[in-house]
Protein backbone atom coordinates (compact mmCIF):
# COMPACT_ATOMS: atom_id res chain seq x y z
CA UNK A 1 0.00 0.00 0.00
CA UNK A 2 1.20 3.98 -0.80
CA UNK A 3 -0.79 6.69 1.20
CA UNK A 4 -0.04 9.78 -1.10
CA UNK A 5 -0.72 13.42 0.39
CA UNK A 6 -0.43 16.14 -2.01
CA UNK A 7 0.32 19.76 -1.35
CA UNK A 8 1.41 22.76 -2.99
CA UNK A 9 -1.90 23.94 -4.60
CA UNK A 10 -3.16 27.72 -4.62
CA UNK A 11 -4.65 31.02 -6.50
CA UNK A 12 -2.04 32.52 -8.05
CA UNK A 13 -2.13 35.17 -11.58
CA UNK A 14 -0.93 34.30 -15.18
CA UNK A 15 2.94 33.68 -15.50
CA UNK A 16 3.06 32.92 -11.67
CA UNK A 17 5.00 29.71 -10.17
CA UNK A 18 4.04 26.58 -8.28
CA UNK A 19 5.70 23.85 -6.48
CA UNK A 20 3.46 20.89 -5.88
CA UNK A 21 4.35 18.56 -3.62
CA UNK A 22 3.20 14.47 -2.98
CA UNK A 23 4.60 13.21 -0.17
CA UNK A 24 4.39 8.89 -0.34
CA UNK A 25 3.94 6.52 2.66
CA UNK A 26 3.81 2.86 3.29
CA UNK A 27 5.77 1.09 0.51
CA UNK A 28 9.12 1.48 -1.40
CA UNK A 29 8.67 4.73 -3.23
CA UNK A 30 11.95 4.79 -5.30
CA UNK A 31 10.07 1.58 -7.56
CA UNK A 32 7.15 3.29 -8.65
CA UNK A 33 6.50 5.19 -11.93
CA UNK A 34 5.15 8.66 -10.03
CA UNK A 35 2.42 11.18 -12.27
CA UNK A 36 0.80 13.96 -11.90
CA UNK A 37 -2.11 14.23 -13.48
CA UNK A 38 -5.14 17.20 -13.78
CA UNK A 39 -8.45 17.42 -13.94
CA UNK A 40 -10.88 20.58 -14.73
CA UNK A 41 -14.63 20.84 -14.03
CA UNK A 42 -16.79 19.42 -16.20
CA UNK A 43 -13.24 17.57 -18.02
CA UNK A 44 -11.94 14.21 -18.05
CA UNK A 45 -8.94 13.52 -15.76
CA UNK A 46 -6.12 14.43 -18.04
CA UNK A 47 -2.20 13.18 -18.04
CA UNK A 48 0.55 15.66 -16.98
CA UNK A 49 3.67 14.41 -16.61
CA UNK A 50 5.35 11.15 -15.02
CA UNK A 51 8.37 10.21 -14.30
CA UNK A 52 9.99 6.58 -13.66
CA UNK A 53 12.38 4.53 -11.47
CA UNK A 54 15.31 5.72 -13.36
CA UNK A 55 14.38 9.58 -13.54
CA UNK A 56 13.36 9.82 -17.19
CA UNK A 57 10.70 11.73 -17.10
CA UNK A 58 7.95 12.60 -19.80
CA UNK A 59 5.45 15.30 -20.09
CA UNK A 60 2.29 16.47 -22.24
CA UNK A 61 2.45 18.97 -24.78
CA UNK A 62 0.43 20.88 -23.05
CA UNK A 63 3.16 21.59 -20.69
CA UNK A 64 6.42 20.93 -22.10
CA UNK A 65 8.63 23.71 -21.33
CA UNK A 66 6.60 24.61 -18.27
CA UNK A 67 6.24 22.02 -16.41
CA UNK A 68 9.27 19.85 -14.64
CA UNK A 69 8.74 16.50 -12.30
CA UNK A 70 11.58 15.65 -9.90
CA UNK A 71 11.50 13.13 -7.18
CA UNK A 72 13.33 12.93 -3.88
CA UNK A 73 14.14 9.34 -3.40
CA UNK A 74 15.42 9.88 0.12
CA UNK A 75 12.26 12.06 1.10
CA UNK A 76 9.24 9.93 -0.43
CA UNK A 77 8.38 12.64 -2.21
CA UNK A 78 7.35 13.75 -5.44
CA UNK A 79 7.82 17.52 -7.14
CA UNK A 80 5.79 19.44 -9.88
CA UNK A 81 7.12 22.34 -10.79
CA UNK A 82 4.88 24.71 -12.63
CA UNK A 83 6.18 27.80 -14.41
CA UNK A 84 5.02 30.12 -16.67
CA UNK A 85 0.77 29.47 -15.71
CA UNK A 86 -2.08 30.09 -17.60
CA UNK A 87 -5.90 30.28 -16.87
CA UNK A 88 -6.27 27.00 -18.52
CA UNK A 89 -3.62 24.99 -16.48
CA UNK A 90 -6.58 25.61 -13.43
CA UNK A 91 -7.14 22.09 -12.33
CA UNK A 92 -7.30 19.81 -9.49
CA UNK A 93 -3.93 18.06 -9.43
CA UNK A 94 -3.73 14.46 -8.63
CA UNK A 95 -0.63 12.34 -7.47
CA UNK A 96 -0.20 8.96 -8.51
CA UNK A 97 2.29 6.00 -8.40
CA UNK A 98 2.05 2.54 -10.38
CA UNK A 99 4.55 -0.55 -10.76
CA UNK A 100 3.13 -3.45 -12.30
CA UNK A 101 0.13 -1.68 -14.42
CA UNK A 102 2.23 0.83 -15.84
CA UNK A 103 3.15 0.59 -19.69
CA UNK A 104 3.12 4.34 -21.61
CA UNK A 105 1.99 5.62 -18.34
CA UNK A 106 -0.63 8.16 -19.70
CA UNK A 107 -3.79 6.65 -18.81
CA UNK A 108 -4.86 6.75 -15.09
CA UNK A 109 -6.01 3.12 -15.22
CA UNK A 110 -2.35 2.11 -15.12
CA UNK A 111 -1.64 4.07 -11.41
CA UNK A 112 -2.75 1.89 -8.83
CA UNK A 113 -2.84 4.48 -5.81
CA UNK A 114 -3.68 8.21 -5.64
CA UNK A 115 -3.73 11.47 -3.58
CA UNK A 116 -6.96 13.30 -2.60
CA UNK A 117 -5.62 16.09 -4.93
CA UNK A 118 -4.67 20.08 -4.86
CA UNK A 119 -6.57 22.80 -6.50
CA UNK A 120 -4.54 24.62 -8.17
CA UNK A 121 -5.89 27.96 -9.83
CA UNK A 122 -4.71 30.78 -12.11
CA UNK A 123 -6.58 34.13 -12.99
CA UNK A 124 -6.32 35.84 -16.21
Known amino acids: QVQLVESGGGLVQAGDSLRLSCAAS????????MGWFRQAPGKEREFVVW???????YNADSVKGRFTISRDNAKNTVYLQMNSLKPEDTAGYYC??????????????????WGQGTQVTVSS
Open 26 to 33: GSTFSSYT
Open 96 to 113: AAGKSRIGLGLSEHEYDY
Open 51 to 57: IRQSGIT
